[in-house]
């Protein structure tokens, strides 16, 4: 009789599973499709009416640019220099932005954060950086301190504290405490006892998630770039400005950032599997 009714608690469930799954689906269908025609609505033009023309720029671009392809190595030599501006600001955001978030993640986690009651303080601060796009915070610095890659750095690095972060704070999570019992044991100081007992633990998952946070930043200060933050962005938007005429300079440009992006994305790939797995570069 016990087995029965398990069997019957068992399929009950089950099927207001289904049934919550279904509603979800619906729900979500819903919310796309109202939301679609809210947007189409409101867009300066119709997407269905623009749906055919959706293929002529690109198009544009490349036949200029086959047509003009000698031209090409020029305009990426010219180029050079904002695509070093980008990959710099990227850097330098990424380092600034791993260390405010290795701060925020030691004092966001429990067991390890040296004042505990600041804890959700901290979780709290996190979610601010994380949550405002990077675009946003560039736009205001810009109308501050003017253009510039200064506010592209200043923008990457405080959404990439926040995600790192968090990041970071859900490695500390999985931090054997043992060690650190040890140190305190022999009157370890709480910096000594992070130094020696967690970073060492935690310190390739650190690094892997630091080089995956490089490509995206590499991404984000290109696109920086079309609102006035300098690097190949800059000269992208400027280049498609012009229109007819320049469509080779913006391929040229497009070329070299997403060849700078797969170079990035293979070397920090591979330094990844270095650090997690210890597989061979």
Same mark, same amino acid.
């Given at each position: 009789?016990?087995?029965?009714?398990? %069997?019957?608690?068992y399929l009950a469930? /089950?099927r207001r599973k289904?049934?919550y799954g279904g509603?979800?689906?619906? *729900? #979500?269908?819903?919310?796309?499709?109202s939301g679609?025609r809210?947007?189409?609505? %409101?867009n300066?033009?119709?997407?269905?009416t623009?749906?055919s023309s959706?293929?002529?720029f690109p198009?544009?671009v490349?036949s200029?640019?086959v047509?003009? #392809?000698?031209?090409l190595?020029?305009?990426?030599?010219?180029?050079?220099p904002?695509m070093v501006?980008t990959?710099?600001?990227a850097?330098v955001?990424t380092?600034?932005?791993?260390?405010?978030? @290795?701060?925020?993640a030691?004092g966001a @986690?429990?067991?390890?954060?040296?004042?505990?009651? !600041?804890?959700p303080?901290? %979780?709290r *601060?996190s979610?601010?950086?994380?949550?405002v796009?990077?675009?946003?915070i560039?736009l205001?610095?810009i &109308?501050? !301190? =003017?253009?510039?890659p200064v506010?592209?750095?200043?923008?990457?690095? *405080?959404h990439t504290?926040?995600?790192m =972060?968090?990041l &970071?704070s859900?490695v500390?999570?999985?931090?054997?405490?043992?060690p650190?019992d040890g !140190?305190a +044991?022999? =009157?370890?100081t709480w +910096?000594? %006892?992070?130094? !020696?007992?967690?970073?060492p633990?935690?310190?390739?998952?650190?690094l892997s998630?630091?080089?995956l946070?490089?490509?995206v930043?590499i991404?984000? +200060?290109?696109?920086?770039?079309f609102?006035?933050?300098?690097g190949?962005?800059y000269?992208?938007?400027?280049a498609m @400005?012009?229109?007819? =005429?320049?469509f080779?300079q913006?391929?040229?440009?497009f070329l070299?950032l997403f060849?700078a992006i797969v170079v990035?994305?293979?070397? +920090?790939?591979?330094?990844?599997n270095?650090? /997690?797995?210890?597989?061979?570069?």
């Amino acid at each position: 009789m016990a087995l029965i009714d398990i %069997r019957d608690d068992y399929l009950a469930q /089950t099927r207001r599973k289904r049934i919550y799954g279904g509603l979800l689906v619906v *729900i #979500f269908v819903a919310m796309m499709v109202s939301g679609f025609r809210v947007a189409d609505a %409101r867009n300066a033009g119709g997407f269905w009416t623009g749906l055919s023309s959706v293929g002529d720029f690109p198009a544009d671009v490349v036949s200029e640019a086959v047509a003009k #392809f000698a031209n090409l190595p020029g305009h990426m030599v010219r180029a050079l220099p904002a695509m070093v501006e980008t990959l710099n600001i990227a850097v330098v955001a990424t380092l600034l932005g791993c260390m405010a978030g @290795t701060a925020l993640a030691m004092g966001a @986690t429990r067991g390890l954060a040296r004042w505990p009651r !600041l804890v959700p303080v901290m %979780r709290r *601060i996190s979610d601010v950086f994380r949550a405002v796009p990077e675009i946003v915070i560039a736009l205001v610095l810009i &109308f501050i !301190l =003017g253009g510039g890659p200064v506010p592209a750095v200043i923008a990457i690095a *405080i959404h990439t504290a926040g995600a790192m =972060g968090k990041l &970071f704070s859900e490695v500390n999570e999985n931090v054997d405490l043992k060690p650190l019992d040890g !140190l305190a +044991s022999v =009157g370890a100081t709480w +910096s000594q %006892r992070i130094w !020696l007992g967690v970073i060492p633990q935690v310190a390739p998952n650190y690094l892997s998630y630091a080089l995956l946070r490089l490509e995206v930043n590499i991404r984000a +200060s290109a696109i920086l770039g079309f609102v006035g933050a300098g690097g190949i962005g800059y000269e992208l938007r400027n280049a498609m @400005t012009f229109g007819q =005429g320049k469509f080779d300079q913006a391929a040229a440009i497009f070329l070299m950032l997403f060849a700078a992006i797969v170079v990035v994305d293979q070397i +920090s790939g591979l330094a990844r599997n270095r650090l /997690t797995h210890g597989a061979p570069l």
